[in-house]
Structure formats: C-alpha cells, structure tokens
C-alpha cells in the first residue's frame, strides 16, 4: 500500500538555524499539507499546497516557513531561522481526488 | 469558523466492553468528518471518514462512527475494546462549504483499555 513518507525522523538544531523538513507524498496525489504538533498535543494545520503553489496558510505559517515541490516527487518545508518554539512533530500529508488525507510518520524536530 | 471538540482528555474502558470517543464539530456549512489514531511516536493513522450517505461509518480495526447532525456529534465506537486499541484518537473536520481544505483537529482524546 503506498504511503507517505517524511525524512529525517529526527532533527535536533540550533536556534537560529534553517532546517529543511523533506516529505514523499503518495505519487498520483494532487494536495500536499503540513501539519505540527507540540508534545502529542493538538495538530495544528500550517499550510496546503495544489498545483505547485500555496492554497492555505495558517496564521502559525509566517515568513520563517516556505514550502517547495522541487522535482514533482518532493515536498519540503523550509525554516528560514528556527526558534525554541518551533520544537514539534511536523507532519506531512497529502490527498488524492477521493476525500482523505494520509499522514508520513512525522519528522521530530527539537531546536535547542 | 470550524471547530472540533473532544471534550474527554482521557477515556479508560476495560478489555471487551464497548467504548464510545465523543466529538462533535461546529461549521457553516456541511462537514467532512474523520477520526484518525495516533500510538506512540508514530503518524496519525486513517480510521474511518463521514463524507455523505449513511450516518454509521464503519472504518478499520472494527471502529465505527456516527454521524449525527442535529447534535453536531461524531462519535467514535467499537462494541468490544482491546488492550491494543489504546492510543491517542483525534477527530477532524473540513468545511466543504468555506472553499478549504485543510483538516481541524480535536485536541485528541487518549484512550486506555484496561487487561
């Protein structure tokens, strides 16, 4: 069964650093989203991306964060200079034409 | 705006009687309603989806859920609890009306099933 997956599992970095969070969404899905969630808490909606731009932000998806679909098999999500607070579970998923939303395992990112 | 209330934090049930994880939603128009389960240090994984038709749902690892509009509710059920279904459920909602597609998430309810 095809499913989505996020690389690296784990990111530890400083404050200040750019990470970049990378995704493989399910290869004929047309919808690709990014999601956060502080300490198995909430999940937390940040951006959707169609037709290789940006459909929905949400007001946590400032001018530190960017997205890119670089190579039609990739879906990154960039922090331009990470702070302590943007320590999370970042969650890729995409969706195809039927009405679901499959999630990558999630990429941990702990910025000291 | 769309919410999603999950109003138990925690939910315990012993080993084979049945659980309920209530949810229930708030938009303006009509919603697409999901349960998703989380275990530990992993993804959030698909269990089951309302999207029209029938109000009772049936999804993965016999959960279902139904779909009840005049009390917003979208409460997820299994008839007989097993120790391996404790996780963290959350339930999510999409307004097809508001021209979105993102998901809103509850807060997630942990459920505990006791051997």
């Known amino acids: 069964e095809p499913e989505v997956t996020q690389t690296p599992s784990h990111q530890v970095t400083q404050m200040g650093q750019e990470v970049i969070l990378r995704c493989v969404p399910i290869s004929n899905h047309l919808y690709f989203y990014w999601y956060r969630q502080i300490l198995g808490q909430k999940v937390e909606f940040l951006v959707s991306?169609?037709?290789?731009?940006?459909?929905?932000k949400s007001e946590i998806f400032d001018d530190q964060f960017s997205v890119e679909r670089p190579d039609g098999s990739n879906f990154t999500l960039k922090i331009r200079s990470t702070k302590l607070e943007d320590s999370a579970m970042y969650f890729c998923?995409?969706?195809?034409?039927?009405?679901?939303?499959?999630f990558g395992p999630g990429t941990r990112l702990l910025v000291l | 705006a769309q919410s999603v209330a999950q109003p138990e934090d925690q939910v315990n049930v012993a080993e084979g009687n049945p659980l309920t994880v209530k949810c229930t939603y708030s938009v303006s128009g009509n919603p697409y309603l999901f349960w998703y389960v989380q275990y530990p240090n992993r993804g959030l994984q698909f269990l089951l989806k309302?999207?029209?038709?029938?109000?009772l749902v049936k999804g993965s690892y016999g959960f279902e859920a139904e779909f009840n509009k005049s009390q917003t509710s979208f409460h997820l059920k299994k008839p007989s609890a097993l120790v391996s279904d404790s996780a963290l459920y959350f339930c999510?909602?999409?307004?097809?009306?508001?021209?979105?597609?993102?998901?809103?998430f509850g807060t997630g309810t942990r459920l505990k099933v006791l051997a």
């Open positions: 998923a995409s969706k195809g034409l039927k009405e679901t939303q499959y």
């Open positions: 309302y999207i029209t038709g029938d109000n």
């Open positions: 999510a909602v999409r307004d097809t009306t508001s021209g979105t597609y993102k998901y809103i």
């Open positions: 991306f169609y037709n290789n731009e940006i459909s929905e």
